[in-house]
């Protein structure tokens, strides 16, 4: 008689779950995506910069580390379970599309019988190309290990901690090279952020009544700072139109500190808050 194997301990995501939260990323992707290329400026045809890094934050950057991070409960193919998220983005597009498109009628003054209309097919295969190339690369590493606490509580904290240093990063690395044009749009990003990470605390604290602590320290261990620095560097270069080798970078390990000095802030307010109540 075969024994049967130890059953792996700790939390993993379901099929559904898994899928549910690689379309968030996509579907968030595919609505900046959009915007950017509708909100283009008509003279010179070029897409809206600030949207268009939303974008690729999300499609280059969060969608292939969420992959390589998201621990899974081993009873289905990460690579199926992926695909169906992308097909399943790709059949709802219509009010990612009508959202962007009444927002453009909304601002724009002008005949709407002269005004340039985009080509929504190509854009959408454009897209999800985009999206299928990088899931691809990220599903051929190794799955991930089981965590201690809820992936999904995990994700939350984990999406507003990268999208933070991201905007940090590229508002630090765009100041010393004396390219202000979003810089202060950037640093407004890392404050809301950062509260929207106090804010998912203090709901979560209240709603479950337990510490968030756990959640927090595992979310922070899982944050990719290499390949947050490498999208910062090469977004700052591509708005800049020149190799990032020629950009200058200010010293990586101070930005950090200071990013992270933040983060404590609100991890502190957690424990007094949680003490408080206690």
Request: net charge positive; glycine share 2%; aromatic share 12%.
């Amino acid at each position: 008689m075969t024994s049967k194997p130890p059953r792996k301990t700790g939390y993993a995501l379901n099929r559904a779950d898994y899928i549910y939260h690689v379309r968030l990323l996509i579907e968030s992707g595919l609505s900046y995506f959009l915007d950017a290329r509708i909100r283009r400026d008509d003279a010179s045809q070029r897409v809206d910069t600030i949207w268009d890094n939303e974008a690729r934050r999300l499609i280059d950057l969060q969608l292939p580390n969420w992959i390589l991070i998201a621990c899974t409960n081993g009873r289905f193919s990460r690579a199926n379970a992926v695909e169906e998220a992308v097909a399943k983005s790709e059949g709802g597009t219509d009010r990612h599309w009508a959202r962007a498109a009444k927002w453009d009628e909304e601002d724009d003054k002008e005949d709407r019988r002269t005004k340039w209309l985009p080509h929504r097919l190509q854009f959408e295969t454009t897209f999800f190309s985009w999206v299928r190339t990088n899931c691809a690369a990220a599903l051929a590493s190794r799955a991930p290990e089981r965590m201690r606490v809820p992936p999904e509580r995990v994700y939350d904290v984990w999406n507003y901690v990268s999208a933070a240093l991201t905007y940090h990063f590229e508002e630090e690395v765009a100041t010393l090279n004396q390219y202000s044009t979003y810089t202060l749009w950037w640093g407004d990003r890392v404050s809301t952020f950062l509260d929207r990470l106090n804010d998912w605390i203090e709901i979560w604290g209240r709603a479950t009544k337990r510490n968030p602590l756990p959640v927090l320290r595992t979310s922070l261990n899982l944050i990719m700072k290499d390949r947050i620095w490498d999208f910062a560097v090469s977004e700052i270069a591509l708005q800049l139109g020149k190799p990032s080798n020629d950009l200058l970078l200010p010293n990586r390990e101070s930005l950090e500190a200071i990013f992270f000095a933040k983060v404590a802030k609100v991890r502190a307010a957690a424990r007094r808050r949680r003490s408080h109540r206690d």
